[in-house]
């Protein structure tokens, strides 16, 4: 079943702090974030594996909340360059991943 | 490493021909994904091998789609006819059991 992102699109300005929230319906065991630029293909980011971790990659991190079924990116004090699509996406392991619809994250200068 | 690498990137082509997309994963990964990606549907899995055996092909849309890694270095994905519906951008990706996955660059499928 497909993660639920929210919020769909984001703009902020520079500097500024934004929270992406991905939540499943089934329990999750791991976690994965990916950023898409314009016509590029999806990066990853980091994977939480259990319940309670917290990953970081340069200046976004992100938490995992097994009993909720959710998990949370935090991009702090964003730059030029976190402008994309982010993904979540469950599953993994020995299973393909699915992933959300995607936030849209549109950062001014 | 060069990544995972697909070709061609670009594909036009008229109903009812027969398309092949393929891929070349990252050596020692021994999961590989086809994803499709739309707007209206997203990042769709659609098929995915571990050690080059099928494991999961519940999301290949309909018989004319066709997926094969013959060996741990190659797959295919194969849509024959090929519809105006298939247009859409075809990821491959591969990964270890427990890591992230790396995307190729995709091939952007149309079919007129």
């Known amino acids: 079943q497909q993660p639920v992102q929210s919020p769909q699109a984001v703009i902020l300005r520079e500097g500024e702090d934004a929270v992406i929230n991905c939540s499943s319906s089934?329990?999750?065991?791991?976690v994965h974030w990916y950023r898409q630029k314009h016509g590029e293909a999806p990066v990853f980011l980091m994977i939480?594996?259990?319940?309670?971790e917290q990953m970081r990659h340069e200046k976004i991190s992100a938490s995992f909340n097994e009993k909720k079924q959710q998990s949370s990116l935090y991009l702090t004090a964003s730059q030029l360059s976190y402008s994309g699509t982010y993904f979540c996406?469950?599953?993994?392991?020995?299973?393909?991943?699915?992933f959300g619809k995607g936030t849209h994250l549109i950062i001014q200068p | 490493d060069a990544g995972v690498i697909q070709s061609p990137r670009h594909e036009v082509t008229e109903m009812g021909q027969e398309v092949t997309l393929r891929c070349k994963p990252i050596?020692?990964?021994?999961?590989l994904f086809w994803y499709r990606q739309t707007m209206m549907r997203g990042l769709e899995l659609l098929i995915y091998?571990?050690?080059?055996?099928?494991?999961?092909d519940s999301g290949m849309p309909e018989d004319r789609f066709s997926a094969k890694m013959p060996n741990a270095s190659f797959s295919t994905l194969k849509i024959q006819p090929s519809e105006p519906r298939d247009s859409a951008v075809y990821f491959c990706?591969?990964?270890?059991?427990?890591?992230?996955?790396?995307f190729g660059s995709g091939t952007r499928l149309t079919v007129v």
């Open positions: 996406g469950t599953g993994g392991g020995a299973d393909g991943l699915t």
């Open positions: 990706a591969s990964s270890n059991l427990q890591g992230g996955y790396t």
């Open positions: 091998f571990n050690n080059n055996v099928p494991i999961d």
């Open positions: 939480l594996l259990k319940g309670g």
């Open positions: 050596s020692g990964h021994n999961s």
């Open positions: 089934k329990a999750l065991y791991s």
